[in-house]
């Protein structure tokens, strides 16, 4: 028995190398190899060995995306100011293509134009509806808004003078005659009723 097992040892040792024999060898190398590496199952969420690499992946994950959205806001802000710059061209240019109307009606309208409330005004319309503003309404439309408040301005202190006035009349001196003072009455001519009441009074 221990001359067979001998005598095997001694064949596959002087056993010529094939490459049946090599990719034999490789697949129990490979076997070994997968023995010693660790399973799936045996890993958090299929890829971290550990809870401490979990936490570092979860940090780096933090900060990737803190620093997206750190990105993402810049350039939020760049698209707004490009949008603004954009708007403050095509203005310019609608006032440039549009300056010989434009001076016509600062000629017809100097007081008006000459006024910085004014002129914000008259940008703001001018931004809203371009070349198609109607100045002579829009001019209008002031002076009816300026005189409705300076009516009501008047109104409001004509009240405040005649409330005064009114209180004023009220107050009269203690050594005034001229002030009437009720009459009164005697007890034979007060009614049982107003008899009763100043009854009550007194006690």
């Known amino acids: ?17 094939t490459n049946d024999n090599i990719d034999s060898e490789k697949q129990q190398v490979q076997n070994g190899t997968e023995d010693k590496q660790e399973s799936p199952s045996s890993l958090i969420l299929g890829k971290f060995k550990s809870t401490e690499d979990l936490t570092e992946a979860y940090k780096q994950l933090e900060k990737l995306q803190g620093n997206q959205s750190t990105e993402l806001g810049m350039l939020r802000e760049k698209v707004a ?12 240019q609608s006032v440039y293509d549009n300056r010989e109307v434009i001076q016509e009606y600062a000629n017809k309208y100097p007081d008006y134009f000459s006024d910085p409330s004014f002129q914000q005004i008259y940008t703001e319309a001018y ?6 503003l109607d100045v002579d309404r ?7 808004y ?14 405040k003078a005649e409330t005064q006035q009114a209180i004023n009349g009220m107050k009269f001196d203690k050594n005034d005659k001229t002030v009437s003072t009720p009459v009164r009455k005697s007890i034979q001519q007060m009614s049982p009723k107003e008899l009763d009441e100043m009854l009550e009074k007194l006690i």
Do not use: H
């Open 146 to 159: 300026t005189s409705a408040r300076i009516f009501a301005y008047e109104k409001s202190k004509q009240a």
């Open 127 to 132: 931004r809203a509806f371009g070349s198609d």
């Open 81 to 92: 100011s490009m949008n603004e710059n954009n708007e403050a061209l095509e203005l310019l």
């Open 138 to 144: 829009l001019v209008n439309l002031v002076e009816s």
């Open 1 to 17: 028995m221990e001359e067979n097992q001998l005598s095997q040892a001694a064949e596959t040792e002087k056993m010529p190398l």
